[in-house]
């Protein structure tokens, strides 16, 4: 009877606050914006409030077979002699070889639209990359691109413990055959041996490196020499926790020039002309990774991504 009343009574009051219109945190049953509808996110302090009137889009769905080997993409590009300056994708037509995947990066579509998925919801322990690697020279850029965190069902007996991120991330050192050797977890599925910098969505609070209140964005520091990513406090620079970051399209766009980073999500200024200091060299690789861990796995999703390098010359 005990057993009876302790599933029951929650049961009730779940049922009460539905039928007085209130939400419910960590239902068993989270639901999306209704497609195009406005939506706004604010900073839990209230310091900060983002508008995304119109941005949502149907969830993405998987290709029917799975396969992740698709035709060549629709990627826009604009060459020098020596290479691609600027590289813009949204995917519609597959991941083509412009991209290196690592990992679970996989393309999905819905409704005809095209995504990367870097992590499926609910699986843990997993890990993705997706990375354009340059032949020109360039040290600073513009990268704009959509991100979506599809939370998953959560119990109502549980706390909610979303994991674990996604990074939009640039290296100035290593070596591109580096970027698979990757864990996944708080990592963030950061490559171990490159040397650079990411601005991440970090969905999942880690004391041992002191990350902040999540959901949150960070900008963090890569540097081999201190250990593997996750070994060591890398935060340069945190800004949130913020209230619905999840299940919509969120439009993100990062600049950096003159060590400085700005970057903005939809129209708020997350970071306004940051130092990040990386190791001095051209930018080997930028691209994005995400990972899942123990927790409640979330699922990220990429898509109308641009990247252009601002001061791209030919290599000597």
Known sequence: MRRLLAFVVPLLAIMALAACGLSIVGSMDPSLPAEGGPDSLTAVDGSAEIDASGDAEALPEPMADGSIEEPLGDAGVVMTDCGITTLADTFNSGIDSTWVRTGDATRVTSSGNGYVRMTQVGQGSRKAGLFFTPTVTATEFKVSFRYYAQRPSVGWWETP??????????????????????????????????????????????????DPSTPSFSLLRVDPARGDPGAYDWHVRNRGPYSNLYDTWRDVSVTYQGGLLSATVSTTNIFQNEAVTVPAGKIVAIGFTASTGGGHPVGYYIDTVRIELLNATCPE
């Open 161 to 210: 413990r979303y994991a674990d991120g996604v990074t939009f991330t640039w290296f100035t050192s290593g070596d591109k055959d580096d970027l698979s050797s990757t864990n996944n977890g708080h990592t963030l599925a950061v490559p171990r041996k490159m040397g650079g910098a990411a601005f991440a969505l970090d969905s999942f609070t880690n004391s041992s490196i002191n």
